[in-house]
Each structure stands twice: as structure tokens, then as C-alpha cells.
């Protein structure tokens, strides 16, 4: 919890230090202060991408059988649940959050671990969240854009949801 306070204690700071006033998030234009390191940071990224991430993903992809390929999607995606949780709550989406409590529940014991995704056919559906949605649900404007190094591109908001997801992440 000390984490989570430090880090949103990070966010406002941050949002001072670049004149980010909040409002009412909707669809912007992105704005990029740091083009040229931003740059920089993309060809390293796509120089990775290609001659490693990329090679390594498609061996996966062509000799993992089917269901271990999905079953570890899903158990990944069902260890993501104390995430999804929080963006649920922040957001007031209660019906939400019961929905993904049922479903690692579900996962997580029926599923075995969450490697197989009996929540979806019994009716508790999949709602992709974190806390970069939490943030723009309450008016956090999205900040300048910004590629980060392994990460990719995202906005300034997205990446400090990312900081407070990744302190939540079990992995």
C-alpha cells in the first residue's frame, strides 16, 4: 500500500513539473517534447525487436502445441487479476470487479492456475483494465508522449499506470 501511495504521490509531482493541469481526458493529439530521444529509444527498440524478440516470439509461436501456447496466455492474463482489480475499483465498476474476482477464482481453481478459461464460457467475460484507464476515467490528461526502452511507446499517464501496475504485478 506504502507503494502505491509513493507512487501516486510520483504522479502528482510529475504532473507539476510538466504544467499538466487535470481535466477531462479525451482524445488528444500526441505531444512530443522529447521527439529526439524519443526517436532513439524507438530504433534501439526496433533494432531489439527484430533481432531478438521478434525470432524468439515466432519459435514460440510455431512449436508451442495450441494449448500450451493459450494456456499460457491465460494463466498470465488471470495472474494480471489484482490489477484488473484496482482499475475496477478506482473507477467505480463494482459489477466489473465482481466480475473479475469471480473469474480468477474460477480460473484459478477450476482453470488450474488460470491455464484454462472456464470464467469465459460460465459467463463472467474478460474486461481488459489497468491503471492508466483508472487515471484518464478521472480527467488525468495523457502528458507528452514518450517511448520507453523494452516498453514501447505509451503517454505519460499509461506509463506511470504501468508503474503502479507493475508494484501489483505478483511477477
Not at 53 to 67: C, D, G, K, T
Not at 155 to 166: K, P, S, T
Request: hydrophobic letters at 40%; aromatic letters at 14%.
Amino acid at each position: 500500500m506504502k507503494n502505491v501511495l509513493l507512487s501516486l504521490l510520483s504522479m502528482c509531482c510529475l504532473q507539476v513539473s510538466l504544467g499538466v493541469s487535470p481535466a477531462l481526458a479525451g482524445p488528444e493529439e500526441p505531444y512530443d517534447p522529447w521527439e529526439p530521444m524519443n526517436r532513439g529509444i524507438f530504433d534501439f527498440n526496433d533494432y531489439l525487436d527484430i533481432h531478438l524478440l521478434e525470432p524468439v516470439a515466432r519459435a514460440y509461436r510455431e512449436n508451442a502445441p495450441e494449448p500450451v501456447y493459450k494456456g499460457v496466455g491465460n494463466f498470465f492474463q488471470n495472474i494480471e487479476y489484482p490489477n484488473y482489480l484496482l482499475s475496477d475499483l478506482v473507477q467505480g465498476k463494482f459489477t466489473q470487479a465482481w466480475d473479475h474476482t469471480v473469474r480468477f477464482a474460477i480460473n484459478t481453481t477450476v482453470g488450474v492456475l488460470g491455464f484454462m478459461d472456464f470464467a469465459t464460457d460460465w459467463g463472467y467475460p474478460y474486461h481488459d483494465e489497468d491503471f492508466g484507464t483508472a487515471l484518464a476515467y478521472h480527467g488525468v490528461p495523457a502528458g507528452p508522449y514518450l517511448v520507453v526502452p523494452l516498453f514501447g511507446p505509451m503517454n505519460v499517464r499509461d506509463g506511470i499506470g504501468e508503474i503502479i501496475d507493475g508494484f501489483l504485478n505478483p511477477i
